[in-house]
């Protein structure tokens, strides 16, 4: 019964290839997020989708493309990975509007990918 | 835009003694959350304690209390009666709670818990 879950958990891959990471909530939430923690540990966010819709774009390079298929998936594909793409990714959700707001993100277990 | 400063790198303690983590914030808003988040070496972001800047008690959970000074921007975690499951990163976080922001995280603590 998880209610952010992230797949794959852990990614290793090489330097040029093409990788997604996908994330699914299943608390009805309206609003995802992708956030990277470094090898520092700093959590800084990346994206946000409210409802389908883009909200947040921090600066990040192209190679980053988020997709939300639907409320409740929120994809990310990382194109021609580089070594400094080595980090933790996490997915979280929240309700930002309407009823039952919620007061806190609910974060998914992480995605570790280390580029070689 | 706002920020968060965590000024404690690593902290230490004995277990069933009590720690502090300090946590100061910069905003201009009136309305915003504050958060501790543990991480584990399993890497889960937990959610220790949650405050609300509109509500002027601390609150608590359990062992975890926070004091929170509106006015001089700051929120402090207190770990009373720590354990040795107590040890971790333990972060501090902003948030504006509308739509179109996200969690201003602080650089982390990294808290150590000896027997």
């Known amino acids: 019964d998880t209610a952010v879950s992230q797949t794959p958990k852990y990614l290793v891959t090489q330097m040029g290839n093409d990788k997604s990471i996908k994330c699914e909530q299943n608390?009805?939430?309206?609003?995802m997020y992708w956030y990277k923690q470094d090898s520092k540990k700093f959590l800084k966010i990346m994206f946000s989708?409210?409802?389908?819709?883009?909200?947040i774009n921090e600066t990040v390079p192209n190679r980053f493309s988020p997709k939300s298929p639907d409320k409740a998936h929120l994809n990310l594909h990382i194109n021609s990975l580089e070594l400094g793409d080595s980090a933790v990714y996490f997915c979280?959700?929240?309700?930002?509007?309407?009823?039952?707001?919620?007061?806190?993100?609910?974060f998914g277990p992480g995605t570790r990918l280390t580029v070689t | 835009a706002q920020t968060v400063t965590q000024s404690q790198p690593e902290m230490s303690v004995q277990e069933a003694e009590t720690v502090t983590l300090s946590c100061t914030y910069d905003?201009?808003?009136?309305?915003?959350?504050l958060f501790w988040y543990k991480q584990p070496p399993s890497r889960q972001m937990i959610l220790v304690i949650r405050?609300?800047?509109?509500?002027?008690q601390n609150a608590t959970e359990n062992r975890f209390s926070v004091n929170f000074q509106k006015a001089a921007k700051s929120f402090s975690l207190k770990i009373s009666d720590s354990q040795l499951g107590d040890a971790a990163m333990y972060f501090c976080?902003?948030?504006?709670?509308?739509?179109?922001?996200?969690?201003?995280f602080g650089k982390g603590t990294t808290l150590s818990v000896s027997s």
């Open positions: 979280a959700s929240s309700q930002t509007s309407g009823g039952h707001l919620t007061y806190e993100q609910y």
């Open positions: 608390l009805g939430h309206d609003t």
């Open positions: 989708y409210n409802n389908k819709e883009l909200i």
């Open positions: 905003t201009s808003e009136s309305d915003y959350y």
């Open positions: 405050q609300e800047a509109y509500k002027q």
């Open positions: 976080a902003y948030w504006h709670n509308q739509a179109g922001t996200a969690l201003i």
